[in-house]
């Protein structure tokens, strides 16, 4: 498990990865950053990793035990990392600008899922956000939307 682990974390960072290896990478870094937003509240529940694997299977083509296998690599990966960069990195390299909109919307929505939004995530998303170089507005946007289509009350 943890050599699959450091094969991922080598083809983010290796510029001769094959087609396969940069979709894994960009698989791999997206789930690691819904995953924050999912570990940054104390309260982690169903609700959040359901969002997750939902916005997931919206952004990847990907089976069921796939997209499992992924949140699973994402928490480990979430668990060991000391920083955003080697994954907004990845992000920014792959996706335009509208794509790296829709993952904040996506963390948006990991963080309603459970109709309570903390302070942690909060912050975690505008670190990211800057970091995916989203505007201030795109990031408001991303969030009056995600919060519209939220289950339940939300601060």
Do not use: C
């Not at 510029?15 to 995953?35: K, M, N, R």
């Not at 060991?80 to 904040?104: L, M, P, W």
């Amino acid at each position: 498990m943890l050599r699959s682990l450091k094969d991922l974390f080598d083809s983010i960072v290796s510029p001769s990865a094959s087609a396969a290896q940069a979709e894994h990478s960009i698989q791999l870094a997206t789930a690691v950053l819904l995953v924050e937003v999912m570990r940054a509240d104390p309260q982690l529940g169903a609700p959040e990793r359901a969002t997750v694997v939902g916005a997931l299977r919206r952004t990847f083509p990907l089976a069921d035990d796939e997209l499992e296998r992924l949140v699973e690599l994402a928490h480990q990966a979430s668990r060991t990392s000391s920083d955003f960069h080697q994954f907004t990195s990845v992000v920014n390299q792959h996706f335009g600008t509208e794509q790296k909109v829709r993952i904040v919307e996506y963390m948006w929505q990991v963080a309603y899922a459970d109709g309570h939004l903390d302070a942690h995530e909060n912050h975690l998303i505008s670190r990211v956000a800057e970091l995916l170089h989203v505007t201030h507005g795109q990031y408001i946007a991303a969030k009056l939307r995600a919060k519209e289509a939220a289950p339940g009350p939300a601060a």
